[in-house]
């Protein structure tokens, strides 16, 4: 609940409505809400994934080196047959970072993939020198092509 209300209020500060109804602010097990959208009508054009490196909460557990590839699968479902955007990050300590993921995920799914920016860290977060392994963070914003 904290977290929702976190993002509600950026969308504000960023000149958005949060509760126009295109947008969607849920608390859910992101598969099982996956797997129960996938099962309705509604898709979405553009989906950010930006999960934990680990957790343990509630009933399921997630890591990303496990489960990552899976979860770009299950987005994927909800974009619409002629294509979307995914942006997706990664913990880079904890994982072989984020293109690896989405080469594991697209290696099962019928669709062509992009990548059209990467990035890191932004400049409001500096590394630095002395210890270069704090930035560990990394990006991709994806054009995901119609279902083949």
Partial sequence: ?????????????????????RFAFVESDVFRYLEQTA?????????????????????SSWSQKNDYPELIRSAC????PEGGHLWVSSNTHAGPGVRRYLQQ?????????AILEEGSLPPDFPTPLAAP???????CQVRVGALL
């Fill in 77 to 80: 479902a909800l974009l619409p």
């Fill in 39 to 59: 099962r309705t009508a509604a898709r979405f054009d553009v989906i950010v994934l930006d999960p934990p490196t680990v957790s343990g909460a509630r009933a």
């Fill in 133 to 139: 392994e704090t930035r560990c963070l990394d990006g």
């Fill in 105 to 113: 995920a697209f290696e099962r799914i019928p669709r062509s993939a």
């Fill in 1 to 21: 609940a904290g977290t929702l209300a976190w993002a509600k209020t950026n969308f504000r500060l960023a000149g958005l409505d949060p509760e126009e109804e």
